[in-house]
């Protein structure tokens, strides 16, 4: 099954904060999702405590960490935030409280 890849207007802010060079991994890297979306290996990894299915993928930059996290409804992929390691914990409570499907 391929999944479509959306990312929220949120998410989009959160890409413009990183680097072109940066931009263009976690482009490549959210294309995965497309084909396999679901924990596999150590990259992605879903998480507990959110009541629609959420999860994260691990992007490893030069310089960075970045965590990308996104939700799955029917075939559509949300794209809900990106950001570094250090701030993934805090979004974590954030998409807690978040409506989904989100309203672009």
């Known amino acids: 099954m391929k999944f479509e890849v959306e990312f929220t207007t949120r998410a989009v ?3 413009k904060g990183f680097s072109l060079q940066a931009q263009g991994t976690i ?17 992605i990894k879903k998480i ?16 960075d960490s970045v ?20 701030d993934a914990d805090k979004i974590i409570k954030s998409i807690r409280k978040m409506d989904f499907p989100p309203n672009q």
């Open 67 to 86: 965590r990308l996290f996104y939700g799955i409804d029917k075939d559509i992929i949300y794209v809900l935030r990106i950001v570094s390691k250090k």
């Open 27 to 43: 482009l490549e890297e959210s294309l995965i999702l497309e084909s396999a979306p679901f924990p596999h290996k150590k990259r």
């Open 13 to 15: 802010k959160d890409l």
């Open 48 to 63: 507990q405590g959110i009541k629609f299915p959420c999860y994260r993928l691990r992007i490893d930059l030069e310089n």
